[in-house]
């Protein structure tokens, strides 16, 4: 299910009653599909959103999609945050599948794990390196910038939450 931002007293709503969404690697593992389910028909194994890398020399392509975590604060559009086999995470707008909003390398190895916080503002991502990286996001502007970086004693984070 896609996490919803916090009211007005900070706490979380209640889970929805809108769409199951599941978010993974596609076809072409470097790609994210976005299926909805539940719904009827929903058999097919084609997803109804596909964020594609397309390659080029001043875009080139992250790799394999590692994790990936869907986000739609209030009042926007559905958004995936993506983490890549070259250590970048990735901002995408389902509505805009064909080009990222934005990226950062935040880690020398693949991203393994993405969180992004109830109030949709910030994030989390570990990775095969050392460290865990905070990250803020301002869904609305399309950016995404690192914020701290906490180092581990040994490398390797398979996972991240994050608890309100």
């Given at each position: 299910a896609?996490p919803?931002a916090?009211?007005?007293?900070?706490?979380?709503?209640?889970?929805?009653s809108?769409?199951?969404?599941?978010?993974?690697?596609?076809?072409?593992?470097?790609?994210?599909?976005?299926?909805?389910?539940?719904?009827?028909g929903s058999?097919?194994?084609r997803?109804g959103?596909l964020l594609s890398q397309?390659?080029?020399?001043e875009?080139?392509?992250?790799g394999?999609c590692?994790a990936?975590?869907?986000?739609?604060?209030q009042?926007?559009?559905?958004h995936?945050?993506?983490?890549?086999?070259?250590?970048?995470?990735?901002l995408?707008?389902?509505?805009q599948p064909?080009?990222p909003?934005?990226s950062?390398k935040?880690?020398?190895?693949?991203?393994?794990?993405?969180?992004?916080?109830p109030?949709?503002?910030?994030?989390?991502?570990?990775?095969?390196d050392k460290?865990v990286?905070?990250?803020k996001?301002?869904?609305?502007?399309g950016?995404?910038q690192?914020?701290?970086q906490?180092?581990?004693?040994e490398?390797?984070v398979?996972?991240?939450?994050?608890?309100?």
């Amino acid at each position: 299910a896609v996490p919803a931002a916090q009211d007005a007293e900070g706490a979380a709503p209640a889970v929805s009653s809108g769409p199951c969404l599941l978010a993974l690697p596609a076809a072409d593992a470097a790609d994210v599909g976005i299926w909805q389910l539940g719904q009827q028909g929903s058999s097919s194994s084609r997803p109804g959103v596909l964020l594609s890398q397309h390659r080029s020399q001043e875009r080139p392509r992250h790799g394999l999609c590692m994790a990936v975590t869907l986000v739609q604060p209030q009042g926007c559009a559905l958004h995936a945050v993506a983490g890549y086999e070259d250590g970048s995470v990735v901002l995408w707008d389902a509505r805009q599948p064909n080009q990222p909003l934005t990226s950062a390398k935040l880690h020398s190895e693949a991203v393994m794990c993405v969180a992004v916080g109830p109030d949709c503002t910030s994030g989390f991502s570990g990775s095969a390196d050392k460290y865990v990286t905070s990250f803020k996001l301002n869904i609305p502007t399309g950016q995404l910038q690192p914020s701290r970086q906490a180092e581990l004693p040994e490398p390797g984070v398979a996972d991240v939450a994050v608890r309100a």
